[in-house]
């Protein structure tokens, strides 16, 4: 196997006529790790994806693999392989065709390269399926083929669009904790794109959060989490309330903000303008019912929607500054001194559980 390489995108643009669809993005994937482009639709992840590939003409900027600029190089010599959402595989061809098929390209000779997709096969536990049509395979076991395919040129890294998007959600999950072992026991570099905070969390080493064509924020699954970098990021992620407002005070600690709608919101941090409007974010989980313990960490609203989860129920409260806040209480919490829609509910949180959030330079 070949090692790991880094992956380095230096202000990269792509412009299709009259839209730009990735503005300048600089990001490094640190080698051998697993990266998830994260976002919705549109916003430029497979883009930046297929520029990384060479399936994709870079308008502007410079991508490297290891220390190699690719940027002009064809798909074939750059050390990357992907695979495509579609699987594409030749239906007229059987299985090791299908995953011999670059070797035969290359010039390998038939033993030697059936030899290779065979160890591939096995990689996939897909062997016993090794002369079957795709045709006669499920959707499932074509895309470990596919895979077995990608990764039998021995590519330095992974690129994988929307991979699991056409699978059921239980062969979805299954194939996940795959994906992760198989890139933990290869030890290459994926990138892998999806618009599904649940998968880039369950998967990603690092999660890159891509909004219009521009990364809002690149980090750890635990920091994109409990610090995301800017308001599109805690909305995306759907763990936060969203609260905007003007400086209405600030100590060493942080901030406090009013909201146009009336009310007044602390969160810890500084505002990158104190001048511009001030975006918070407060954790949806750890909200609680109950009187806040010191001004700006809580206020009473009416309840406009409750539904029960199980083990958490999620309350949905409108309040002056703030028209749909979201709070997970325990079922516990909850049970011990219920409320019902129409109900005014006093809520509270801890000081650190509220975060000044960034603006991203336009
Ligand atoms: P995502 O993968 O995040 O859904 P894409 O990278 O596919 O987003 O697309 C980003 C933007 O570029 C979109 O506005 C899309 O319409 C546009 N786009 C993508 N491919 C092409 C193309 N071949 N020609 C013109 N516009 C394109």
């Known amino acids: 196997m070949s090692k790991a390489a880094a992956i380095d995108i230096a202000s990269v643009t792509k412009v299709y006529g009259s839209t730009t669809a990735v503005h300048?993005?600089?990001?490094?994937?640190p080698a051998g790790s697993y990266c998830c482009l994260l976002g919705p639709s549109g916003c430029g992840k497979s883009t930046t994806l297929r520029?990384?590939?060479?399936?994709?003409?870079?308008?502007d900027g410079d991508v490297r693999l290891g220390n190699q600029v690719v940027t002009d190089l064809p798909p074939a010599r750059r050390g990357t392989s992907m695979m495509f959402q579609s699987y594409a595989l030749f239906p007229h061809l059987d299985v090791t065709d299908n995953v011999a098929f670059s070797l035969k390209m290359k010039g390998v000779a038939r033993e030697e390269r059936r030899r290779r997709a065979l160890e591939m096969l096995q990689l996939v536990h897909m062997e016993p399926y090794a002369s079957r049509r795709p045709a006669q395979l499920s959707g499932g076991q074509q895309q470990r083929v596919a895979l077995a395919r990608a990764l039998i040129t021995d590519p330095q890294?992974?690129?994988?669009?929307?991979?699991?998007?056409?699978?059921?959600?239980?062969?979805?999950?299954?194939?996940?904790?795959?994906?992760?072992?198989?890139?933990?026991s290869l030890g290459i570099t994926f990138v892998h794109v999806t618009h599904s905070q649940e998968e880039a969390m369950a998967l990603a080493d690092v999660i890159v959060v891509m909004n219009a064509g521009r990364i809002?924020?690149?980090?750890a699954p635990r920091d994109?989490?409990?610090?995301p970098a800017t308001a599109f990021v805690a909305r995306f992620m759907g763990d936060h309330?969203?609260?905007?407002?003007?400086?209405?005070g600030s100590d060493e600690r942080g901030v406090s903000i009013a909201p146009a709608g009336g009310g007044l919101f602390s969160a810890i941090g500084a505002p990158q303008d104190a001048d511009a409007p001030i975006d918070i974010a407060v954790r949806t989980d750890r909200v609680r019912i109950g009187p806040a313990s010191a001004p700006g960490l809580g206020f009473t609203g009416v309840v406009e929607n409750v539904e029960y989860r199980g083990s958490s129920v999620k309350l949905t409260v409108a309040g002056a500054g703030v028209d749909d806040f979201t709070a997970i209480v325990?079922?516990?919490?909850f049970f011990a001194a219920p409320v019902k829609v129409g109900d005014a509910a006093?809520?509270?949180?801890n000081r650190e559980d509220a975060i000044v959030l960034g603006r991203l330079a336009s």
Do not use: C, Y
């Open 346 to 349: 006093p809520l509270a949180w």
């Open 241 to 248: 309330n969203v609260i905007s407002g003007r400086l209405a």
């Open 24 to 29: 300048a993005i600089s990001l490094k994937i």
């Open 216 to 219: 809002e924020q690149a980090a």
């Open 157 to 184: 890294a992974l690129l994988l669009d929307e991979p699991l998007s056409a699978l059921d959600p239980f062969l979805k999950v299954k194939m996940r904790a795959e994906l992760k072992r198989l890139q933990a």
């Open 330 to 333: 325990s079922d516990t919490d």
């Open 224 to 227: 994109v989490f409990e610090r």
């Open 51 to 59: 520029m990384i590939a060479g399936h994709e003409s870079i308008s």
